[in-house]
């Protein structure tokens, strides 16, 4: 018995020691390799699907041409941050961009040329800065919530990229709302909007004609927005002076029932195109509306522009209730100066229904089943021009016009009892800050842009319980059950 015991000790014991040592060994590994990769300075290996956690292509081909030295200062962050790994592959794509973990005891000297306190250092505050200029961020400032879907949009790169290439510019592109004919409004329906033209380095403001009596001379581009009142003749001057001044215009329509604005079709008239916003187009191919509802449409997406072409092969856009575009005829253009790329077309099913009274899905009396075009950019050339050669004063005023507004704002669009804003939806968001990249000649950010959601778990009690037993009971029956069987099966075996 004694010789059994000891058999039993000295096995137990190499068997011990042997798993302690294998112990060691992994643990000696997992130190090394970590030790070896923060010598290195090894990015982390993003495994996701969509690329969340590497700098993505876009970044790279917006910065690309970038020479001046860019330092960023991050206060606050620790080595092993997301933000930190993100901010060092921006480093390591472009040695002119230099990273720094910062903190108010480390570097007082940029604590007190920031204006850096406790609070800010508390809060993750990264400061971006370029021969002088400089734009500060937080933590709050790389992410957004959808307070619909309560989800949190990530912004991270988004931020970080404009932030670069916005201490890179000397003057920020400034961009006006009209105001003043019950338009849209920058708190009532622009404001994910507005904080997106923010986040890319854009000045915004609103502006009053009858207010201002004129349009500022640094304006990059007019947003006019859905206006249900008519300009009266003094703005309807001012705003064709600006055209032929070479101005840029940024036009959205919803339905309106108040029918053509004269003085608004004047304006649209120097460019060769009627609006018609006293109906909505219906769509008939199932495959051009979302969930079967023929006022939620997604128009076919150009690649003649480099504004839809980005996202033209894979992505899509909603309209809500969208309007239809006419252009002139391509004598009256020619006559006009005036060239036009549609943007945005509907499917050959889809009809404009004036009537929103009749009930039918179908096309009715008066209607008529075809492509209509709902976006459009216009180039019209101002000037003398000679047939082979273009004059030296003539001057280009650019507008692109959606006849349909609803797809850029912060109007949640209920489906099956799910929420979003509708710049949320596909492309939307894209397409719109495009258009006024492209208008304020910043082609550099036409892109799509990489942002992801995490929806935040609030649940109820009764979730919440559910949850938990989830979690915790059933593994632990589990458990329970398996030491039952495994004690019968040894008393089986003993008797």
Not at 119 to 142: L, M, P, W
Not at 272 to 294: C, F, T, Y
Not at 462 to 485: H, Q, R, S, W, Y
Request: hydrophobic fraction near 35%.
């Amino acid at each position: 018995m004694k010789k059994i015991l000891e058999i039993i000790k000295n096995k137990w014991l190499r068997k011990t020691s042997f798993t302690i040592l294998l112990i060691a060994i992994v643990i000696a590994a997992y130190l090394a390799i970590n030790l070896g990769i923060q010598v290195l300075d090894i990015s982390d290996i993003d495994l996701t699907k969509e690329g969340f956690f590497r700098l993505s292509e876009e970044s790279k081909n917006q910065l690309k041409d970038i020479n001046q030295e860019i330092k960023i200062y991050m206060f606050g962050y620790k080595e092993d941050s997301s933000v930190v790994d993100l901010a060092k592959q921006y480093s390591k794509y472009k040695d002119n961009i230099k990273v720094e973990i910062v903190s108010l005891e480390s570097r007082p000297d940029l604590a007190q040329k920031y204006n850096i306190t406790s609070s800010d250092e508390e809060y993750q505050t990264v400061i971006f800065e370029c021969e002088g200029r400089n734009i500060k961020a937080n933590y709050y400032d790389f992410f957004t919530v959808d307070y619909t879907t309560y989800e949190q949009i990530d912004l991270t790169e988004q931020k970080m990229t404009n932030s670069i290439l916005g201490v890179t510019l000397e003057n920020a592109p400034k961009i006006y709302f009209l105001t003043g004919h019950s338009e849209y409004g920058i708190n009532d329906y622009f404001g994910i909007l507005a904080e997106s033209l923010k986040s890319e380095v854009n000045e915004i403001d609103t502006l009053d004609l009858l207010v201002r009596n004129e349009i500022p001379s640094d304006c990059k581009t007019l947003i006019i927005a859905s206006p249900s009142t008519d300009f009266t003749d003094y703005e309807t001057e001012l705003i064709i002076k600006y055209v032929n001044n070479g101005g840029n215009i940024l036009w959205l329509s919803d339905y309106s029932e108040n029918g053509t604005l004269t003085n608004t079709q004047k304006i649209l008239d120097l460019y060769g195109v009627n609006l018609s916003n006293d109906g909505i187009i219906l769509e008939r191919d199932p495959s051009a509306m979302l969930m079967q509802k023929q006022d939620l449409i997604i128009p076919t997406l150009s690649t003649e522009s480099e504004i839809t072409n980005v996202f033209a092969s894979s992505g899509k856009v909603l309209f809500i209730d969208s309007g239809k575009l006419e252009i002139e005829n391509e004598e009256k253009l020619n006559e006009l100066g005036v060239t036009v790329t549609e943007l945005l077309t509907t499917s050959p099913e889809s009809f404009y229904r004036k009537d929103l009274s009749i009930a039918s899905s179908g096309v009715a009396n008066g209607e008529e089943a075809k492509s209509y075009v709902v976006g459009a950019l216009v180039t019209k050339t101002i000037g003398e021009e000679n047939e082979e050669e273009q004059q030296e004063d003539s001057k280009k005023s650019q507008l692109i016009i959606y006849a349909n507004n609803l797809f850029a704002t912060d109007y949640p669009i209920t489906i099956n009892n799910q929420s979003a804003n509708a710049i949320y939806f596909y492309n939307n968001q894209d397409l719109i800050l495009n258009s006024i990249s492209y208008l304020t000649e910043r082609t550099e950010t036409i892109t799509i842009r990489k942002t992801h959601s995490a929806v935040t778990y609030t649940p109820t009690e009764a979730e919440d319980l559910v949850v938990k037993l989830i979690i915790f009971t059933i593994p632990l029956i589990i458990i329970i059950v398996g030491i039952v069987i495994w004690i019968k099966r040894k008393h089986r075996k003993q008797n």
